[in-house]
């Protein structure tokens, strides 16, 4: 009675992880210092000294009965108030406490939304080059994921493709941005433009189409800019946030569901969310979390090292001739591989301890990713490997 | 599009939930301490310091970006490899930590298990009186709950009924002990006889049949007795365990499975809860909490003070002339209301300021549910209003 599904599941294993797993084999052989591990997302600066304050401050000076008590099923209303009035400070939005519930990070964000706007055979559009957990995110509730191709010139996207794949049983768009693996910003255009089209097919489909916006990389946005705040320009939208990249928190497991005031059912939908908690088991996140984050939620981790790391490899790779875009955010650059097989690309760069990921899982093959949340040290030592590797293997650099 | 399966949940407005909501009402007239509030299960002793000073100590001296970052899938090894260690030394098992997936407290623990060994179509089988969360737990996995009736005699199981309603389509058995809302404990007899029958039915039915033990009261028992290890009795086994009661965390969400290992399928189940957590968007719980909780496996809160509430509320009903089975642990108490309807029974009480939880929704109609997780100087001070209530309104006493 073993249930079948997630059997299944289990052969399919992260390209990631998999060679998360070789990195670890080959630094426990040479030292990990040795091995130049871009395979892996996990923020390398530090959480914020405000934070680790505010925990120490709050298990310091409250009631432990009440510190550590039942969050409401719809989180902690003083919580839900402070991002409330942060968001709205900086982003110009009309957030009431009844719009916002906090999540277990941006996984458990996406999957309420998902499940609160969307029933089994309906599809989920997002945009390649996107990050695969999507699928089992998408695949558990019983939609369908479509993926609408790349724009490999700026990775913004592809508006001919989208109005092509778009239809009557298309319920959510799900977008990410600043995107993980490409790095790139939406423009204030694009989604000026994606909102428009998206109005269009709701009123000519005659049915809302949800737009979910998976945005733990807000504020990680290079040289002074800043990303436009996506459910700003359109009424149907779930922001989904975490502070796993922000104040560099990824195993505490803290986020939260915003739904724009001006949707319709935004407070119907954050009722739905408790709902959805009840039966996955989720509740609420951690009441010492949701207090903590609470406290800080205009700062952030410090993302000068990422930006120096993105300086460094962009002029590295495109010295050497790689073609590629220029991350305006994340921790993430997304070049196009030195052959038609970015699988066999990155299995040659391995050979000289180099750990990049080939894309195909991203839905963009012939590309590969770094994460280069990682010591600018370490960025600098792996100058010279990259461009020997890209020398000796393909005659470049 | 919103999804209609949870929009008709909204309509169910949980009775306990509701109750308290009005004994907030009242509070806010006639002050918190006049209103004798029996109706949430939220720890009311604080959590140990030793709990406390392990969050500080870890926060003072581990390096941030390592102490918050990502868990493994699976959880922190040394984490599993600790709850396994504790488990083995306290109730002579052979857990590994392959064994232990940390979740985000019992729900978690429950909505994994019911996952990983049902498929949809699938009969459940819990043992009324039953905390009423199991419904939206085994609901939306497309499972179906069947509830056996209650053996009011003992509150242990009514073997009989229990054998008539397993069948073909029964995939697990849910057991809740020590038991909410009835505070008892099960026997090694009566754990020995269900897991008989189980082996029996299992052979004959040609599939297994899982046992999901919900535990978390498991350390919360009183006059120096224990609880009979349910895993030690049957192999098909999947304990749920949460550190909400035992170290007052019931915020924090935190806690694991542990599937017993002489099931032959335990390794697989663990691998399994990962990528059930994948779809859900559960993830680990919280990398500091995982940590922190492993410091203190062996401690709990002090339960003495629910020991003396029971024993000051179980004399004085019995002395008022309730019907009522002495609770062995938990901090519930769960006698016969005074008349038929134990709805309106409540709805009385309540005008004594009495929050009491009538039965209904936990299937044991004719009773009700006292938490007695309050303080105990005003458990002293509602015993002369249960007197008064009980003269006045139904001449007992």
Redesign the interface.
Known sequence: ???????K??GQKSVI?TLAEKAAERAALIGKENVFDYSLG??????PQCF?EA??SL??KE???A?????P?LGIWSVKEAIAASLNERFGMNYGPEHIFP???A??????AL?????PG?EVLTFAPFFP?YH??V???GAVLKVVPADTKAFQIDFEAFESMIGEKT??VLINTPNNPSGAVYSADTLTRLARILTEKSKSYG????LISDEPYREIVFDGKKQPYVSGFYANTIACYSFSKAL???????GYLAVNPACP?AA??V??CG??S????????????QLAVAKVLDQTADFSIYEKNRNLLYDCLTDIGFEVVKPEGTFYIFPKALEEDAVAFCEKALQYDLVLVPADSFACPGYFRMAYCVDTQKVERSLPVLRRFAREMYGRG
């Open positions: 009675m073993i249930a079948e599904q997630y059997r599941m289990l992880r996990n923020p390398s600066v530090p959480a680790t925990v120490l298990l310091q009631e432990p009965v510190l550590h008590g039942y969050s099923t999540t277990s990070a996984a458990a964000s996406i999957a309420h499940r609160a706007v969307t029933a309906d957990e089992p995110y695949d558990l509730t319920a959510a049915h809302d189409i949800f560099s928190l990824p195993g505490e497991r803290i059912d119907l939908i009722n739905m709902q959805i009840r039966g996955i088991g989720h509740n609420c996140p951690s009441s010492l979390m």
